[in-house]
Nanobody, 121 residues
Framework: QVQLVESGGGLVQPGGSLRLSCAAS????????MRWYRQAPGKQRELVAT???????NVADSVKGRFTIFRDDAKNTVYLRMDSLKPEDTAVYHC???????????????WGQGTQVTVSS
């Protein structure tokens, strides 16, 4: 099993910044990709950012230029740096892992518990 623990959410004013963290632990053989999703009330879940094992990153058009995804391999942790936050960024942010365990079995449905981000004055 693989466990994901997110942290770093909170209440921030428009224009502010937050950094979310997602720490992975458990039977991790290799990481294929890590992703951040978000879901606002009444809206569909949205893919926000992806980082692959090779370090390739991609962010949604809605956050391009404001959000950055990066990782610390030594800590098995992926981060989402969010700058110039807007009220429409308010959502629960979830970390997702696509990993192969130590037996080489790959799964892409590992999820963290989510962390609330609220952007409001």
């Amino acid at each position: 099993q693989v466990q994901l623990v997110e942290s770093g959410g909170g209440l921030v004013q428009p224009g502010g910044s937050l950094r979310l963290s997602c720490a992975a632990s458990g039977s991790i053989g290799s990481v294929v990709a890590m992703r951040w999703y978000r879901q606002a009330p009444g809206k569909q879940r949205e893919l926000v950012a992806t980082i692959t094992s090779g370090g390739t990153t991609n962010v949604a058009d809605s956050v391009k230029g404001r959000f950055t995804i990066f990782r610390d391999d030594a800590k098995n942790t992926v981060y989402l740096r969010m700058d110039s936050l807007k009220p429409e960024d308010t959502a629960v942010y979830h970390c997702n892992a696509d990993v192969a365990n130590t037996y080489g079995v790959r799964r892409s449905d590992y999820w963290g518990q989510g962390t609330q981000v609220t952007v409001s004055s």
